[in-house]
Each structure stands twice: as C-alpha cells, then as structure tokens.
C-alpha cells in the first residue's frame, strides 16, 4: 500500500490547513454506532477544493473517491451513520481533540468508517465525514504505545545532579494512586544508592503530573507520590534530613498535554539538588 497515510488526496482538493500528524495517538471511530478509542498513527485534515479549480465543492466526489480506493484495495465500510446527541455526551470529555484540525464525531455528523485488515494486526481505519463546502478525513493504522523512557541507574542520577542540580526520573506507580509499582521500587532503589555513595548530598523531590481530570486532585496526587518516594528513600536507611517532598499537578509540562507520548513525559519525578 506505499506509506502512511497511503492515498493521495483526489483530484482538485487539497488540505485546507496542515494536517496534524502523529506517530501515536488514540482517535475515536463510531464502531456499531459507539465511539471507540483505537490507538496508532494518525493522519487528520479538513479537505476543500482547491484554488485552481473553477468547480463548486462536491461532496459525493469527495465519498466516492474514497468509497471506490479503499474497496478497491479490500477495504470495507463498517458504519455509516449519525453520531447521536447520547454518543456525544458520553464520549466528548475524553476525546482530546474535538476541535483542532480534521477532528470529527460531533452530534449529527454523518461519518463513514472503513476498515482494512493486515495480516500482521496493524489494521488501517479510516473516517470521514462532510457537507456542503468541506470534508474531514481521519486515518489510524493500528499500533501498540512503544516506551521510549528508560530507568536512569545510580551513576547517571548522581552525575546529573552533581553536573546539572536537577535530573527527572519516570517512576511508575499504580494508576491514580500513590503506591510504587515493582520497577517504581526498583527507580527508587536507585535514587537511595546514589545517595548512599553521596553522604553530603541532599535532595528535594517534586511530582508532576499530566493535566488530564481534576487539577485539585492532580496536586494532591503528585504530593502523595513524592512523599512516597521520600519515605521509601528513608526507609532503605537514608536520613530524613537529607529529603524534602512537594508536588505540583500539571504544573511546568515539560511536553504538550495533547499526545499520550507528552503527557507520559509530564508525569513525572524531578530531583532537585539542595
């Protein structure tokens, strides 16, 4: 099929903004009428006619055009049909980005979804939608969330903080919740051998989440989670006076909240040297 996003845009249409393209994210497609989150690459836009052509917007031309490449290669139409006002309201709060660009699912919109299966399970779905001066067109090939952060040992935590007064760590701990995960305790171990190897050194450990759900909660949590690592730390026989814990919500994202990879950067740990 070539590479993603895999067709051209047809004859006499073109993007009318940049398309918004990511290597992960998670986009809502009406399955059986109820909006679903799939996760993988996306590639949305909204679709106009261009400035060269001299005809009108034609939105059976923008269907059929699609209709006809995606059934032609396999592929297969799985919904067509309106998005209820019910749908809407239940899926809206979670759904990211209802509004930027391409983004569709709205009440009362008319979405066609297509499906194409692989052999090797990253299936391609495709939606899309318009009226009667543009279209929107969504496409999402299946693929699982790939860690890119790795657990930084006690040699690279000491060296940071010594080189830099400050390094950020990703400790895992149970969703929502302040209590470690296995390799959470094992990030932290970590934290207590430099430590350890560091009689004079001296740390304040902040916590940071991402800024999805409660902004009161989210501060909470983060203070919650720090001073877990601080009592964990104390309790692998490191002295109290050596730590201070704080937490700060969503406060100074280091990434955009707006992809999962972001906001997995956000949700983190920093180490502050005193």
């Keep these: 099929m070539g590479d993603f996003p ?13 398309p918004v393209k990511r290597s992960y994210d998670k986009l809502y497609f009406p399955i059986d009428g109820v909006m679903t989150a799939l996760e993988g690459k996306v590639w949305k836009s909204s ?11 034609s939105l059976p031309y923008f269907e059929n055009s699609y209709d006809n490449a995606i059934t032609a ?3 297969v139409k799985i919904f067509d049909g309106e998005i209820t006002n019910e749908e809407y309201n239940s899926y809206r709060s979670k759904a990211t980005y209802l509004g930027e660009e391409g983004s569709m699912g709205y009440a009362g919109q008319i979405i066609k979804v297509y499906l194409i299966r692989r052999s090797n399970g990253d299936d391609i779905y495709i939606q899309l939608t318009g ?8 496409i999402l090939q299946k693929a699982p969330f790939e860690q890119t952060i790795t657990m930084l040992k006690s040699d690279q935590i000491q060296k940071d903080l010594n ?3 400050k390094v950020i760590l990703y400790i895992n701990f149970e969703t ?3 209590t470690l995960q296995k390799d959470g305790k094992d990030a932290v171990s970590e934290i207590s051998k430099a430590l350890q190897s560091d009689k004079n050194l001296k740390i304040s450990i902040n916590g940071y989440t991402d800024n999805i759900g409660n902004e009161t909660h989210n501060l909470k949590l983060s203070k919650d989670r720090a001073e877990t690592v601080k009592n964990s730390i104390i309790a692998s026989g490191i002295d109290s006076y050596r ?5 700060f919500g969503p406060k100074d994202p280091i990434s955009e909240n707006d992809t999962e990879e972001g906001r997995t950067k956000n949700r983190r740990v920093e180490l502050i040297k005193k």
């Design 73 to 75: 290669i396999g592929g």
């Design 6 to 18: 895999f067709f051209s845009l047809p004859d006499g249409l073109k993007n009318q903004n940049k």
């Design 47 to 57: 679709i106009v006619k261009t400035d060269e052509s001299d005809e009108d917007w």
């Design 176 to 178: 929502d919740k302040a």
């Design 163 to 165: 080189d830099k007064g």
């Design 243 to 247: 730590l201070t814990s704080d937490g």
């Design 131 to 138: 009226n009667s001066a543009y279209g929107k067109l969504n």
